[in-house]
């Protein structure tokens, strides 16, 4: 603050004086050029999607295109199988994970670290592993699926291609996000809540379906609405066993990929469906936990009580039927990554073919996953501290708010309409970024953004702002007391925040697919693709989606060695 | 090195947090602002640290203008309320860690990390980390973290408030020692008066953003100049009333004290403050007041009592004996302070 003169000091006090911008706060340039960052890459592609969507092909504004969308059938169709699937899923993933958190949560289960390392490990598979590999096995050409018809059993229904398929896998492929969501709420519930209910009398069952049950809803309303959003914008599960089961990613992907018909102003028309659909759910899903946020963190544990044999049993069946079903894929994955395949057709054959190929033909696309991910997860921290710094400590008045929630939008974005917005911005001037290698880095950090951001302000909070003032009373400047003090306490945060991140940037199909051009092509197009073309190396595919996993999980575990959680 | 604080004003948006705030606190002597929350004590204190910015009025250090000197250039040494020790690092850690940014060498920031914990008690921690410690104990790494650097002045933010009541008393009088050892001087907030009447050289008591009273606890206690004062140093009672002829008082229920000494001029409106101690039990002939006595509690060393005067007056005085409830008490008032200055009770 500046010195003031004797006339100022005896002078009345101004009663409202806003502090001036102090532009020398390097916070300030950081924060401004973070901004720059966002307006340019969520804010410019959102806007040619809008652009695209409201203007008709003689260039005039139109609401033309969301009367066609809301009454052509090839549009309408798909947008509700999209919203059911993601219900379906969202429900069947909570019927099977609610029940078995709530047991694992109050009872002493055996092997209980090695059951949640497992589920943390199941959240973090590739989308489209587990729609690949029930492909690979109850496909029509599938492993099962001739194995029953080799033996004359009859199965119920041809092949798994279908809304049927698309449920079972994405209800696999969630449950463990509800279930560790739901798993911490109720350890979380003090138990003097309960006790409470049982001193008036209220019976066990009675008071977990009154007490403790409505405490884990926001829990589980939180579970549902990731599960179903997966589903959502997920392409590559519906593409891969749909059949002939339209869904809405799907839908505008072929309409903006096609060579004959593209059409990128319905495609733009759909992905605002797209976006208005997921952010209605996370109205919805805000709403529910809003209106349910009690403080029920005591200071008391649940205590975990002994389960009598039979019911144990059975509990440790479901469990690890759940876990089985949720690692399927990467069983199936592993076990055929190793067998010999011919034209597309499997010899029980065991063999190392497939690695040779493997490593031969197709190593480029695995060093390329891993750069263009990891210069992306670089960015994405760099960016995400820079956020978080300046929204939990700094009080900036325009650019805070702003940062703020400009940071969230990606999170409502699905991958496909993400991909839309890039590639109708980026191929021309005065930015052009199609084609190139770099559109893919972009893509991955700024949909990641968000998580990383969060975990990052999550860990902020836990640094009291009186850290770094006291580090400033005994002489160190700002800088040196941000260093010195905020980067080692959020270290870990910073860490468990930018792996998991990666691991998703790996991991990444629905905006990659629509994103990359040769010779950029990571893993998992080249899954991807090989999936879709019958009797293509299956062998080869299995054996990168192994490379995939390894590269997914051995971080993963390292990680979750170091800092006992994580969270995702 | 003294302190002068000048005409300090502040506000945060629509709230006032201080106002034209004036206060000096002479070289090696301790000072505590003494309030309830809200009262700007801590906001005082944090721009004297330079933690936050005045709007209006300054800061002077000795002869120093340290407006435009930020906190890490100030030679402060800070005491948090939160104890914020640093997670990450050892005691030792906490404590070396100015020493190392003024780039000493190995041997001298060893030394005086050593003579810091052996000050504050603490020889044979200094491997551990804060989380392993007490709160006491933390509070005294906060302490020796403080004045390792030998700052020129002590800001202390509540340091004792998350600590139980025993603790409290020992830590306080350690603060004290340890205060007087160096010969530094202080700033202490608090909103405990027994704390400060305690430790302080000097007390000014804060009352919306307004310093009411400074003076040495012996002044603010004895000789309280505004109704707030009287009401939040010890307990008190407030009779209000009108001076009748200069010894006389008469009360807003009705009843007329002759208080025996002059009260002032006749005809002003007056507070009287009589403490609890400074009532005595006498026979119904010397009495002062008359009154029923409506509760007593025991209090081990005392008993306190509060008598209903006929006007409805309620008067707390203390004494040995019990009392039963009902009984009809007469009391005379050894020592009173007259006040004019009315300013709410706390």
């Known amino acids: 603050m500046t010195a003031r003169t004797a006339a100022q000091r005896t002078g009345p006090a101004r009663s409202r004086r806003r502090p001036r911008t102090n532009w020398r706060d ?33 260039g005039a504004f139109t609401l033309a295109r969301f009367g066609a969308f809301v009454t052509d059938e090839r549009f309408t169709r798909p947008l509700l199988h999209s919203v059911v699937v993601s219900l379906a899923v969202g429900a069947g993933a909570a019927v099977v994970a609610v029940p078995l958190a709530f047991v694992m949560a109050r009872y002493r289960i055996p092997g209980r670290q090695g059951i949640l390392t497992m589920l943390t490990m199941a959240t973090t598979s590739p989308p489209f592993l587990g729609a690949y590999a029930w492909l690979l096995l109850l496909g029509s050409g599938g492993i099962l699926t001739k194995a029953a018809k080799g033996v004359g059993l009859p199965l119920p229904f041809d092949s798994i291609l279908g809304v049927g398929g698309i449920i079972w896998v994405g209800v696999w492929f969630t449950f463990a996000l509800i279930f560790l969501m739901v798993y911490d709420a109720f350890r979380a519930v003090d138990p003097a809540l309960e006790e409470a209910a049982a001193s008036v009398g209220s019976t066990p069952w009675r008071t977990h379906a009154k007490v403790t049950l409505p405490l884990a809803v926001p829990a589980i309303a939180t579970g549902c609405y990731l599960a179903a959003m997966r589903i959502f914008a997920d392409f590559g599960t519906p593409m891969l066993i749909g059949g002939g089961y339209q869904m809405l990613p799907v839908v505008v992907y072929q309409n903006f990929m096609s060579e ?27 709403r529910i936990v809003a209106r349910r946020s009690f403080a029920v963190t005591g200071n008391r544990d649940q205590p975990l009580r002994e389960l009598r044999r039979g019911p144990k049993a059975l509990v440790l069946i479901g469990i690890w039927t759940a876990l089985l079903l949720g690692f399927v894929p990467h069983l199936v994955v592993l076990l055929t990554s190793f067998l010999r ?15 040779r190929r493997l490593f031969e033909e197709s190593l480029q696309p695995i060093v390329l996953s891993f750069v263009l991910a990891g210069i992306a997860c670089l960015i994405a921290l760099v960016l995400g501290v820079v956020v978080a710094y300046i929204v939990a400590r700094k009080k900036f008045v325009i650019s805070g708010p702003l940062l703020n929630n400009l940071v969230m939008v990606p999170y409502i974005l699905p991958g496909t309409v993400f991909a839309i917005g890039f590639i109708l911005a980026f191929n021309h001037l005065p930015v052009i970024l199609t084609g190139t290698a770099l559109i893919i880095v972009v893509a991955y950090f700024i949909r990641r953004l968000p998580y990383v951001m969060k975990s990052i302000e999550t860990a902020l909070g836990q640094v009291h702002p009186s850290l770094e003032e006291a580090a400033m009373s005994v002489g160190a400047p700002p800088r040196r007391s941000f260093r010195d003090i905020v980067v080692p306490i959020i270290r870990p945060a910073v860490i468990s925040g930018g792996t998991v991140g990666f ?38 595919a299995s054996a990168m989606t192994t490379v995939l996993l390894v590269s997914v999980y051995v971080p993963l575990y390292l990680l979750r060695r170091r800092y006992r959680t994580v969270s995702l | 090195m003294d302190i002068s604080i ?37 906001t005082l204190l944090r721009i004297i640290a330079g933690f936050e910015s005045a709007d209006a009025g300054g800061v002077h250090f000795g002869e120093l203008d340290i407006a435009k000197v930020p906190v890490w250039k100030r030679r402060i040494g800070f005491v948090f309320q939160s104890y914020a020790l640093w997670p990450h690092m050892t005691v030792a850690e906490n404590v070396a860690y100015g020493l190392r940014l003024r780039k000493l060498p190995k041997e001298s920031v060893a030394e005086k990390v050593a003579a810091g914990l052996a000050m504050v008690g603490l020889t044979g921690r200094d491997q551990h980390r804060p989380g392993q410690l007490s709160g006491g104990q933390q509070q005294r790494v906060a302490l020796a973290r403080a004045l390792a650097l030998e700052p020129d002045v002590l800001l202390m933010d509540e340091p004792l408030s998350n600590l139980d009541a025993k603790l409290r008393v020992e830590m306080r009088r350690e603060i004290r020692r340890i205060q007087q050892e160096t ?50 140093v010890g307990s008190v009672t407030l009779l209000r009333g009108r001076i009748t002829d200069t010894s006389a008082l008469a009360l807003a229920g009705g009843d007329k004290v002759d208080f025996g000494r002059p009260l002032g001029s006749a005809g002003a409106d007056v507070y009287v403050a009589l403490r609890p101690e400074d009532l005595r039990i006498v026979e119904n002939g010397d009495a002062q007041f008359t009154g029923k006595v409506v509760r007593s509690s025991f209090q081990g060393s005392v008993r306190e ?42």
Request: aromatic share 8%.
């Open chain 1, 26 to 58: 390097p916070w300030r340039l950081a924060g401004l050029l973070a901004l720059l960052v966002l307006v340019i890459f969520i804010v410019y592609p959102q806007l040619w999607i809008v652009r695209a969507a409201f203007t008709s092909d003689s």
């Open chain 2, 183 to 232: 010969g530094i001087t202080a700033v202490y907030v608090t909103h405990d008066q027994d704390e400060a009447l305690e430790i302080s050289d000097l007390v000014a008591v804060m009352n919306g953003g307004r310093i009411e009273q400074i003076g040495s606890p012996e002044d603010v206690y004895e000789r309280p100049e505004t109704t707030f004062v009287a009401s939040f």
């Open chain 2, 305 to 346: 009592s509060v008598a209903e005067l006929p006007g409805g007056e309620l008067l707390a005085f203390e004494h040995r004996r019990p009392l039963p409830t009902g009984a009809t008490v007469g009391l005379a008032a050894d020592r009173f302070t007259v006040i004019e200055n009315d300013t709410g009770v706390a």
């Open chain 1, 503 to 540: 691991l998703q940037m790996i991991t990444e199909l629905s905006a990659t697919v629509m994103l990359y051009a040769v010779p950029w092509v990571t893993m998992t197009v080249v899954i991807f693709t090989n999936a879709m073309q019958p009797g293509s190396p299956f062998g080869v």
């Open chain 2, 6 to 42: 000048r005409g300090v004003s502040k506000t945060f948006g629509e709230t006032t947090a201080l106002e034209s705030v004036d206060l000096r606190v002479p070289s090696g002597r301790l000072a505590t602002l003494l309030g309830a929350s809200g009262c700007g004590k801590t």
């Open chain 1, 260 to 286: 004959v018909a593209a059409s990128p102003s319905v495609a733009a028309t759909a992905s605002i469906m797209m976006v208005l659909v997921s952010g209605l759910a996370l109205l919805a899903q805000r």
């Open chain 1, 341 to 355: 395949w011919q034209s597309g057709i499997l010899q029980w054959e065991p063999t190392l073919e497939n690695y």
